[in-house]
T-cell receptor, first 112, second 109 residues
Framework: KAGVTQTPRYLIKTRGQQVTLSCSPI?????VSWYQQTPGQGLQFLFE???????NKGNFPGRFSGRQFSNSRSEMNVSTLELGDSALYLC???????????FGQGTRLTVV | GIQVEQSPPDLILQEGANSTLRCNFS?????LQWFHQNPWGQLINLFY???GTKQNGRLSATTVATERYSLLYISSSQTTDSGVYFC???????????FGSGTRLQVQP
């Protein structure tokens, strides 16, 4: 069974640009969550999607958004990138909202 | 939200030594998990342990939900155990995992 797949693995963007990250959950999993990891703030929750609906949102500005498709794949978008958005973005999937979460390898975003 | 405190923040061991990592929660959590973050950043699942004790090879974990803490035991440590260990759990009624700051473990040969 394939694990959680995140693409791309690495990304370099310029301030002001926007970026879209993709996450394909484990087959059969319907819950997808996104997290940001930075050296200063640690691992922080961004948002969670279940059955194509955003169920929870963390304390991030509106520049951060996401969506989930009918096949449970999810994308997150960051608009008007800032230097502080440089981080490792991790996606997790679980079979349902309270089940064990499994993480992908992450997308490392660098904003220059 | 809940606060998650992990101790110690850093740990250096000689190969073969045993260690105990601790995770304290400020409030009750559901579905506590332990992860090992590898050098490439991926979080590897170690245990899904809402309560009780589980063992997997040289690793074991105990969660005492009523006292809001969990322990991760590593026995006969190996250099491949090096990395950062995180505990995380969602508060009741929430799905979002709240992570501790991690314990950075370095196992020296």
């Amino acid at each position: 069974k394939a694990g959680v797949t995140q693409t791309p693995r690495y990304l370099i963007k310029t301030r002001g640009q926007q970026v879209t990250l993709s996450c394909s959950p484990i087959s059969g999993h319907r819950s997808v969550s996104w997290y940001q990891q930075t050296p200063g703030q640690g691992l922080q929750f961004l948002f969670e999607y279940f059955s194509e609906t955003q169920r929870n949102k963390g304390n991030f500005p509106g520049r951060f958004s996401g969506r989930q498709f009918s096949n449970s794949r999810s994308e997150m978008n960051v608009s008007t990138l800032e230097l502080g958005d440089s981080a490792l973005y991790l996606c997790a999937s679980s079979a349902d909202r309270l089940a064990e979460a499994f993480f992908g390898q992450g997308t490392r975003l660098t904003v220059v | 939200g809940i606060q998650v405190e992990q101790s110690p923040p850093d740990l250096i061991l000689q190969e073969g030594a045993n260690s105990t990592l601790r995770c304290n929660f400020s409030d009750s959590v559901n579905n506590l998990q332990w992860f090992h973050q590898n050098p490439w950043g991926q979080l590897i699942n170690l245990f899904y342990i809402p309560s009780g004790t589980k063992q997997n090879g040289r690793l074991s974990a105990t969660t005492v939900a009523t006292e809001r803490y969990s322990l991760l035991y590593i026995s006969s440590s190996q250099t491949t155990d090096s990395g950062v260990y995180f505990c995380a759990g969602p508060p009741p009624g929430r799905r979002a995992l709240t992570f501790g700051s991690g314990t950075r473990l370095q196992v020296q040969p």
